[in-house]
Every structure is written in structure tokens, then in C-alpha cells.
């Protein structure tokens, strides 16, 4: 009887788990869908997937029947909930023909903003729009309720990169109504192979279009209607606003200020690039955010002060004993800590565990903890399915799921030696241990990096970020003199962190494993942490070397590839070989902080391991320069070839050698040929589009003419030059397709099969012109652009194929621009 019982608990444990993995796996599979299916079909499938549990937990099936069934219904539950959700996203997206219209909007500053040298940007839920006197004669329009905005000081469409030494804009603060007339457009980002995707990431924040407010001449004047009463619109954000505004202030180091203001208000923004570089080498990174470890923290110092206190009170004592007092006002604390952070995916999942595991306790109940870690983990993609998309949510729980699994066989001796200051900091070391082999592989999937040094770093670093920068930030709120304590302490820690990232071999970089490879390689990991016989520890090791040993594949000998990357107003070309890889141009400058070097290149030649042999720079143009800086700091041994002025910034980073007609050479059996400009041609004093390097890529079978910035003159002169070294049948539109290139007699001589277009989506200068479209197609050319693409893969074995990334990785909230006119 009692074996009966026990096998029937057994049966409903296995089949509560079944069902929050599938819940968890549902979720995940709608991520994968291009569109979404009508709402009838999710809502049906959610009833389904009710009405299925309702009959299983009726039925009380055994083990065996209960197991699959209960996973089918949590599969069609996840999916049909992260549908729904989906679906009501979707209704609120900013209709295409209101792109690029004026609207007058009135809304609430919804978040602290952001603020750099080119102007701000911040979030607004919109309270009303209208029309501008410009605008159609149409009802008032329907817009998304959440906009994110920039302010620049230029005052136009074109972003931050134009913004210019104007008078200061008005500080926009959290919770203040103001007036704006803003220009709009759909969230539309770059989208790579392996890259960041900033449309999902502006779909989670709700944001359904961005614009720029417009200040011009013939535009109403951006108007603050109140000031009384925007603290209490949006207390917590303008809270988080002063406290981060005051940090910055008072702290002198704006690197150190930055660390500072991420720990107490989660604004990860504030932390330098060459920071973040610094904590991702030596594996830090997780501690310069809110964490989890932050906040279990907070709710166990909470948790000890509520219970303090609370045995002070004979009344208080009498109506709830003190251990429960301080289990919930400790998470009642680190909850309200996590919301003030941000609330980001680490603090819910913390937010969450520990509001379970209070729970247990307060029941006195004991739950298996598979159990309870997949209930957090379904609850957390329950209130945001796309945190599965989220290399933090990842980290998260894997984290957290080795240390439950590598420490439930703990014998009871050791738990009880625990308690001696040895027996902990042995338990310290093993548990850093442990996360860091099992997470290694998955970091290698996400990131294609691992810090070698990570290890000792996190054992510095944990202890006095936890102990000692985090309580002084923290307690700085209350006595803003603590932070300058704080950000000396975080000075020490810099110090130290710098020196081990510049020991030798302080990363392993690997090229992006497959996914099936990057879970073998956890498994691996896991198995090889865990308290089991050494012959099935060993085990592991081969499930982790094909995460290891992975190689990105590139064209035989003979053959070549290229990748036009989608860096946005701006050229980059990745041309590979079967052993070479050459950079055609390294994308725009983006803001004073930010480039398409350290945003998109150095990832992409990351994930690819792509050891990188020649960087040529057409010209000196922003848009084409822009990110050369990251990529030769992470190249060092990339020869830079192009027609940069001898006093150009870049020229002190890595000497150039000129880029002149009659260069040439060969790659693996592909050729390689400099058309223009012609030796000794002056560069200073000339416009650089003259300039622009002109290289054609042969084997005999395909070509590809990578043609820069020239223009009708310099086009005029190649024809009349060699016409018949011009045939390609990949041709990069000249200028991003300006009017002022693209000549008539050029594209008849170069006569491409594919004619590929870098620019910006919307960007200010109409590329490219439809009388340029109309001309390559003239000629018989597919025109293809990147906005309308993404990144575009064409490879010589194939020269009539080509792939956008936008059709590889198509998911429903991405853009879908009109086709090319």
C-alpha cells in the first residue's frame, strides 16, 4: 500500500514537470515561427491544452501514460500563450503608410532617459497625436502606446551621428508630459548572422516605433506641459533617474561613476564600452549588472534587518513569529530592490526562486527541486516568452540548475562541515568551479568567447563586489559620500581586472558551434561537475569537443564567398577564401560611443573565427572607416590597405600601404585586382569619393567588382580605361546607389547578375535613387538592399543563388519593408 502511494505522488511529480517543460518548449517553438497563425487557432489550442490537464488530473493515470500526455498539453499551452501575447503585440505596430509623416504627439516620459554628447533618448507613452498642420486631412491617427524617441541637437531625421555643438536641448525627465512633434517609423535594426537582433529586443520593451522629435524651423517648438505632479506619474523611474543623476554628479570618474550607477539603478548604459570589454574578458560581466546574486543578497541583509527589528516588539512577536517576518519582508524588499533596478530578466528569475522558495517554507513542504527550478523557469516565460531569446535568461537558469543537480548528492557530513570557514570556502571554490566548466560551452554558443581567467577573476571579484562595492552603492543613497568609497573600491577591482585581461591567453575564442553542438557541450560540462563514478565523468569529454573543435565552413580552393554585412549607412564586405579573408570597408561611426565595428564586426568575425589578412579602406569616409579601430584592435595582424590621408587617426593605429591600380594578387586560386585610383594620384585635397578603391575578385568562373564611393567621373575614366576588366556578375552599387554614380556606361560595361545595395533603411539621403534601380535593372541585375535583406551571403559556386539573412532568420516581429520601387 505504502509503495502504491509513494508510486502514485511519483507519477503526479513527473507529470508536473512534463508539463512546465513543455510549457517552456511551447514557448520556444512559437519563437521560431515567421508569422503568426490567426488568434482562433492559438485560443483553440490553449482550450485544448486545458481542457487535456483538466482530464489527465481527473484520470490519474500511472507514470508511464501521464508522462507524455502531460508534456503534449504544456507544449500546446506555451505555444498557444506566447501566441496570444504575440498577436496582441502585433495589433498596437505603427501602420507602414504613417512611416515618415509628421505627427503632434502629447505623452509621459515613461523611463529615465538617456543622455550622451548628441542629444537623448527616452521612451513615451503616448496620451493623444494629431496631425501637423503639414500632415493629411484624416482623423486623428492611431499610434502604438509606447514610442522610443531620440532628441538631437541637430534637430533632424538623420540620428546622432549629424548632431552637432547646437545649444543644449531641455533635459527630459521621467514622468513629465510633453509635446513633441516626432518624426516615425517602424523598429527596424542591422540583422547579421549571429548578431544582436534589435528589433526582438525593442519587441520586448513593448516599443512599437521609434522616431526623432523634429526641431526645425518649420516645426512647433518641443513643449514641457507640467512640471508639478511627474514625479508621481512615474515614481520609480524618476527615483532611479535622480539617484543615477546624482551618482554621475558627485562621482569625478564618469568610468567609475558608471559601474556605480549600473549596481544601484541597473542602468547597464552607464558602464563604459572599454569596461564592458574588461568584464567580458576576464567573465565578470555578471556582476556589473543586477544579478541574481545581487539581489539574493539584498533579501538575506532585508531579511536579517526585518527580523531584528521584529523581536524588538513583544506584539509583533505574538502575531507572526520573526522567521516569517523576515522571509517576507526580506523578499518583499528584494522585490522592490529588483523593480527599481529595472526588473530585468536575472532579477525576476531571483524575484521568482525566492518567492518559491518562501513559499515551501512557509508550508513546510519539501519539493523536488527539478520541480521547482522548471515552475520558476515557466513562470518567468509565462510573463515574457521572449526572455528565451535573452543569452542572460540562458545563463540564468543553466547556472542555477548545475548547482541544484551537482549539489543534490551532497552526503549529509558535508553539509554539516559547511559550517566551518574552511569547509565554505572549499564549497565556494567548487561551485565556481563547477559553473564555470558547465557554462563554458554554452558561452561559446552565445558568445563565441570564454575568459580562461574567469575562474580566479569571479573569485576576487564576487566577494568584493558583493560585499563591499554593492552595500557602499548602495548605502550611498542615504549618504551620497559612500559612493565616492564605492567608486574607489571599483577602482581596485578595474585595476586588478585589467591586469589579468591582458595576461596571454586570458579568452579562448572559438568559431559559433551548431546548437546541437552547444548542448552536447553542456551535457558534457554538467557530467563532468557532477558527483559521479570517474568512468561517468569521463563521458563528458566527448560531448565536449565537438563545441571545441567546431569549424566555421569556408569555400574550397578555387572558390570565394562574399558577405555584405548590414552595418546600415555604410559598406563593409567580408570576402573569404579557402584560407584568407580580406575586410572590404569596416561600416559607419554611429555615435561618438558606439560603431559598426564593436556592434557588428568584431562579432561576426568572432563567431566566424575568422583570422582576418587585409582590411582595405576604399576611403576615409565615416561610413566606411567607421569601425576599422575595433577590427584592428582585435586583428592584429590584418594588413591595412587604402587611401587614407598620412595624418589620418588609423594611420597611427596600423601604417598603411597604398591601395593603387596595379595591385594585385592571389588567394587559394582566386585573384585579387585594385582597378582605382591610379598610382601616385593625390589624396589629400581631392573629395575622398575620388579617390575610393576599386577591387575586383576573379577564379576564372565568378567575379565581384567592390566599387566604394566613385562617382560618374571616375566611372567615365574605368570605362574608357579597360571596359572589359569590369564584367562582374556581383557588382556593389557605387555610393550606396547615389544619383551621382551608376552611370549608364558604367553598369553596361560591368553588366552584373546581382546588384547589392548597403544603406540605411529610410536614411536621409534616398539611396538608393529609383532612377539607379531602374538602370540596374535595365541591365538585368537583381537589385537587392540591405534593409530589405539583412546581411547577404553570395558564393562564387553559385552564382545565381543568394541568401538574405531576413529570410534565413525571418520571425514575425521583424520588419518587412515594401519592396524596392
Known amino acids: 500500500m505504502?509503495?502504491?502511494?509513494?508510486?502514485?505522488?511519483?507519477?503526479?511529480?513527473?507529470?508536473?514537470?512534463?508539463?512546465?517543460?513543455?510549457?517552456?518548449?511551447?514557448?520556444?517553438?512559437?519563437?521560431?515561427?515567421?508569422?503568426?497563425?490567426?488568434?482562433?487557432?492559438?485560443?483553440?489550442?490553449?482550450?485544448?491544452?486545458?481542457?487535456?490537464?483538466?482530464?489527465?488530473?481527473?484520470?490519474?493515470?500511472?507514470?508511464?501514460?501521464?508522462?507524455?500526455?502531460?508534456?503534449?498539453?504544456?507544449?500546446?499551452?506555451?505555444?498557444?500563450?506566447?501566441?496570444?501575447?504575440?498577436?496582441?503585440?502585433?495589433?498596437?505596430?505603427?501602420?507602414?503608410?504613417?512611416?515618415?509623416?509628421?505627427?503632434?504627439?502629447?505623452?509621459?516620459?515613461?523611463?529615465?532617459?538617456?543622455?550622451?554628447a548628441a542629444g537623448q533618448q527616452f521612451r513615451l507613452d503616448v496620451a493623444s497625436a494629431r496631425w501637423t498642420a503639414d500632415g493629411p486631412d484624416a482623423p486623428a491617427p492611431r499610434l502604438p502606446p509606447?514610442?522610443?524617441?531620440?532628441?538631437?541637437?541637430?534637430?533632424?531625421?538623420a540620428g546622432p551621428q549629424d548632431a552637432d555643438a547646437a545649444a543644449p536641448l531641455p533635459a527630459v525627465h521621467a514622468g513629465e508630459r510633453w509635446r513633441f512633434t516626432v518624426r516615425l517609423r517602424a523598429p527596424h535594426g542591422t540583422l547579421n548572422p549571429h548578431g544582436f537582433d534589435y528589433e526582438l529586443w525593442l519587441w520586448e520593451q513593448g516599443v512599437q516605433a521609434t522616431g526623432t522629435v523634429r526641431a526645425g524651423p518649420r516645426d512647433s517648438a518641443p513643449e514641457r506641459l507640467d512640471g508639478s505632479g511627474a514625479?508621481?506619474?512615474?515614481?520609480?523611474?524618476?527615483?532611479?533617474?535622480?539617484?543615477?543623476?546624482?551618482?554621475?554628479?558627485?562621482?569625478?570618474?564618469?568610468?567609475?561613476?558608471?559601474?556605480?550607477?549600473?549596481?544601484?539603478?541597473?542602468?547597464?548604459?552607464?558602464?563604459?564600452?572599454?569596461?564592458?570589454?574588461?568584464?567580458?574578458?576576464?567573465?565578470?560581466?555578471?556582476?556589473?549588472?543586477?544579478?541574481?546574486l545581487h539581489v539574493?543578497?539584498?533579501?538575506?541583509?532585508?531579511?536579517?534587518?526585518?527580523?531584528?527589528?521584529?523581536?524588538?516588539?513583544?506584539?509583533?512577536?505574538?502575531r507572526l513569529p520573526a522567521q516569517q517576518a523576515a522571509l517576507a519582508g526580506g523578499l518583499a524588499l528584494a522585490a522592490a530592490y529588483a523593480l527599481f533596478s529595472g526588473w530585468g530578466v536575472p532579477a525576476q528569475r531571483t524575484v521568482w526562486m525566492l518567492a518559491?522558495?518562501?513559499?515551501?517554507?512557509?508550508?513546510?513542504?519539501?519539493?523536488?527541486?527539478?520541480?521547482?527550478?522548471?515552475?520558476?523557469?515557466?513562470g518567468v516565460v509565462a510573463l515574457d516568452p521572449w526572455a528565451l531569446m535573452q543569452a542572460g535568461f540562458w545563463l540564468s537558469f543553466v547556472a542555477v540548475g548545475v548547482l541544484f543537480a551537482t549539489d543534490a548528492g551532497a552526503m549529509p557530513a558535508q553539509a554539516g562541515a559547511a559550517r566551518h570557514a574552511g569547509a565554505r570556502l572549499v564549497r565556494l571554490l567548487r561551485e565556481q568551479a563547477v559553473v564555470t566548466l558547465a557554462l563554458a560551452p554554452l558561452g561559446l554558443l552565445l558568445f563565441q568567447q570564454v575568459s580562461l581567467v574567469g575562474l580566479?577573476?569571479?573569485?576576487?571579484?564576487?566577494?568584493?563586489?558583493?560585499?563591499?562595492?554593492?552595500?557602499?552603492?548602495?548605502?550611498?543613497?542615504?549618504?551620497?559620500?559612500?559612493?565616492?568609497?564605492?567608486?574607489?573600491?571599483?577602482?581596485?577591482?578595474?585595476?586588478?581586472?585589467?591586469?589579468?585581461?591582458?595576461?596571454?591567453?586570458?579568452?579562448?575564442?572559438?568559431?559559433?558551434?551548431?546548437?546541437?553542438?552547444?548542448?552536447?557541450?553542456?551535457?558534457?560540462?554538467?557530467?563532468?561537475?557532477m558527483r559521479l563514478p570517474p568512468s561517468l565523468r569521463l563521458m563528458g569529454v566527448p560531448l565536449l569537443l565537438p563545441v571545441l573543435l567546431w569549424q566555421a565552413p569556408r569555400p574550397p580552393p578555387g572558390e570565394f564567398e562574399l558577405l555584405a554585412v548590414d552595418v546600415g549607412q555604410g559598406n563593409a564586405v567580408l570576402?573569404?577564401?579557402?584560407?584568407?579573408t580580406l575586410l572590404y570597408d569596416a561600416g559607419p561611426r554611429y555615435s561618438q560611443d558606439s560603431d559598426a565595428g564593436h556592434r557588428v564586426l568584431v562579432p561576426l568575425l568572432r563567431a566566424l573565427d575568422a583570422r582576418v589578412d587585409t582590411l582595405l579602406l576604399s576611403h576615409r569616409d565615416t561610413d566606411h572607416t567607421g569601425g576599422a579601430a575595433a577590427v584592428l584592435a582585435m586583428q592584429p595582424g590584418a594588413t591595412l590597405l587604402g587611401t587614407l590621408e598620412p595624418d589620418h587617426p588609423l594611420q597611427a593605429l596600423r601604417p598603411q600601404q597604398p591601395?593603387?591600380?596595379?595591385?594585385?594578387?592571389?588567394?587559394?586560386?582566386?585573384?585579387?585586382?585594385?582597378?582605382?585610383?591610379?598610382?601616385?594620384?593625390?589624396?589629400?585635397?581631392?573629395?575622398?569619393?575620388?579617390?575610393?578603391?576599386?577591387?575586383?575578385?576573379?577564379?576564372?568562373?565568378?567575379?565581384?567588382?567592390?566599387?566604394?564611393?566613385?562617382?560618374?567621373?571616375q566611372e567615365l575614366a574605368l570605362v574608357a580605361g579597360d571596359a572589359a576588366a569590369l564584367r562582374a556578375d556581383v557588382l556593389l552599387v557605387p555610393h550606396h546607389g547615389s544619383k551621382t554614380s551608376s552611370s549608364a556606361a558604367f553598369l553596361a560595361a560591368v553588366r552584373p547578375r546581382l546588384a547589392v545595395v548597403q544603406a540605411g533603411w529610410r536614411n536621409r539621403f534616398g539611396h538608393p535613387a529609383p532612377e539607379v534601380v531602374a538602370r540596374l535593372r535595365g541591365q538585368g541585375a537583381q537589385v537587392v538592399d540591405s534593409p530589405r535583406c539583412g546581411a547577404l551571403g553570395w558564393h562564387s559556386a553559385q552564382p545565381d543563388a543568394v541568401q538574405c539573412e531576413r529570410g534565413v532568420r525571418r520571425r514575425y516581429w521583424h520588419h518587412t519593408p515594401p519592396p524596392l520601387p
Do not use: K
Open 146 to 157: 509606447s514610442l522610443a524617441l531620440g532628441w538631437y541637437a541637430s534637430g533632424t531625421w
Open 575 to 580: 570576402v573569404r577564401t579557402a584560407r584568407h
Open 659 to 713: 591601395c593603387a591600380a596595379g595591385l594585385q594578387w592571389e588567394w587559394d586560386g582566386v585573384r585579387f585586382a585594385v582597378l582605382h585610383p591610379q598610382p601616385g594620384q593625390a589624396v589629400e585635397g581631392v573629395r575622398p569619393n575620388t579617390v575610393s578603391c576599386v577591387l575586383r575578385v576573379d577564379n576564372g568562373r565568378a567575379s565581384a567588382l567592390l566599387a566604394g564611393d566613385i562617382e560618374r567621373p
Open 231 to 292: 514625479a508621481f506619474r512615474r515614481p520609480v523611474e524618476r527615483a532611479r533617474e535622480a539617484v543615477r543623476d546624482a551618482i554621475l554628479e558627485r562621482v569625478a570618474d564618469r568610468q567609475r561613476a558608471g559601474v556605480v550607477a549600473a549596481l544601484v539603478t541597473g542602468d547597464q548604459a552607464a558602464i563604459d564600452r572599454a569596461d564592458w570589454d574588461v568584464f567580458r574578458a576576464t567573465g565578470v560581466a555578471h556582476l556589473m549588472s543586477i544579478s541574481g
Open 456 to 529: 580566479a577573476a569571479n573569485l576576487v571579484a564576487i566577494p568584493w563586489v558583493t560585499l563591499v562595492v554593492t552595500p557602499l552603492a548602495m548605502l550611498g543613497v542615504p549618504v551620497p559620500a559612500l559612493w565616492d568609497a564605492a567608486a574607489g573600491a571599483v577602482g581596485l577591482l578595474g585595476w586588478l581586472l585589467q591586469a589579468m585581461a591582458a595576461w596571454p591567453g586570458a579568452t579562448f575564442s572559438a568559431a559559433a558551434p551548431p546548437l546541437w553542438a552547444g548542448a552536447a557541450g553542456v551535457l558534457g560540462g554538467l557530467l563532468l561537475a
Open 2 to 116: 505504502t509503495g502504491g502511494i509513494a508510486g502514485r505522488h511519483a507519477a503526479a511529480w513527473h507529470a508536473r514537470m512534463a508539463c512546465l517543460a513543455g510549457t517552456v518548449a511551447g514557448a520556444a517553438l512559437q519563437l521560431q515561427q515567421a508569422s503568426l497563425w490567426p488568434a482562433a487557432v492559438y485560443a483553440a489550442g490553449a482550450l485544448g491544452a486545458l481542457a487535456g490537464l483538466w482530464l489527465l488530473r481527473r484520470l490519474r493515470p500511472g507514470l508511464r501514460i501521464a508522462f507524455l500526455p502531460a508534456m503534449l498539453c504544456g507544449i500546446a499551452l506555451g505555444l498557444a500563450a506566447a501566441g496570444l501575447r504575440a498577436g496582441m503585440h502585433l495589433a498596437d505596430a505603427l501602420p507602414a503608410w504613417m512611416e515618415g509623416r509628421d505627427v503632434e504627439v502629447v505623452g509621459v516620459v515613461a523611463q529615465m532617459p538617456r543622455r550622451n
Open 356 to 378: 518559491l522558495a518562501a513559499l515551501l517554507r512557509l508550508g513546510a513542504r519539501r519539493w523536488p527541486w527539478p520541480l521547482a527550478w522548471l515552475l520558476v523557469c515557466a
Open 296 to 318: 539574493t543578497m539584498f533579501a538575506w541583509l532585508a531579511g536579517a534587518v526585518v527580523g531584528a527589528l521584529w523581536r524588538r516588539s513583544t506584539q509583533l512577536m505574538l
